[in-house]
């Protein structure tokens, strides 16, 4: 099991989050139009995942918005921001903040990405959620790159996510 902080306290994190040269996981997850979609559904395209507890707290929040802004200047790329968020709520936070350069995914009905992914919270009072983390994928869901944000309370680190990208 894996280990991050929140706020100085441990909190246990279990699976084991995809590393630089595996291939990626299966992952079901549901849309924001309530359609469950696979990494097949992005075919073609590279993928960053920015995993997050909830949109509804201002690290996460944040690091949407920031992912959105990077977006914009990525090409063959999708930025899928995967939550435990309820798809309507996920939605109404885009429309709210004008963030159209990002996916939302939710675990809602698919909580076995997390531990799948490494990102499953438990033994704290946020399992459940996903601990924060980035996945970059190359467009044969490789991974290119991948951090496990070690305080949950912190953004992750965006540049290292980029730099992939444009290798």
């Known amino acids: 099991m894996q280990q991050i902080m929140r706020a100085g306290e441990p909190m246990d994190v279990a699976g084991?989050?995809?590393a630089a040269e595996q291939?990626?996981?299966?992952?079901?997850?549901?849309?924001?139009?309530?359609?469950d979609v696979t990494?097949?559904?992005?075919?073609?395209?590279?993928?960053?995942?920015?995993?997050?507890?909830?949109?509804?707290?201002?690290?996460?929040?944040m690091s949407t918005r920031r992912f959105n802004e990077l977006a914009s200047n990525l090409t063959d790329t999708v930025v899928l921001v995967v939550s435990a968020d309820l798809p309507f709520a996920a939605k109404r936070f885009c429309g709210a903040e004008g963030l159209d350069n990002v996916k939302t995914l939710s675990t809602f009905?698919?909580?076995?990405?997390?531990?799948?992914?490494?990102?499953?919270?438990?033994?704290?009072?946020?399992?459940?959620?996903?601990?924060?983390?980035?996945v970059v994928l190359d467009m044969d869901n490789r991974v290119l790159h991948?951090?496990?944000?070690?305080?949950i309370k912190?953004?992750?680190?965006?540049?290292?996510?980029l730099a992939v990208l444009k290798a």
């Open 16 to 18: 084991v989050i995809p």
């Open 23 to 35: 291939t990626a996981p299966t992952m079901v997850l549901t849309n924001s139009d309530l359609q």
């Open 39 to 61: 990494l097949d559904t992005y075919a073609g395209k590279r993928k960053v995942l920015n995993i997050i507890p909830s949109v509804d707290t201002p690290t996460c929040a």
């Open 109 to 134: 009905r698919h909580p076995e990405f997390l531990e799948a992914w490494g990102v499953a919270l438990r033994n704290s009072p946020m399992e459940g959620l996903c601990a924060r983390a980035v």
């Open 146 to 151: 991948s951090e496990l944000v070690s305080e």
């Open 154 to 161: 912190n953004e992750p680190d965006y540049e290292a996510a």
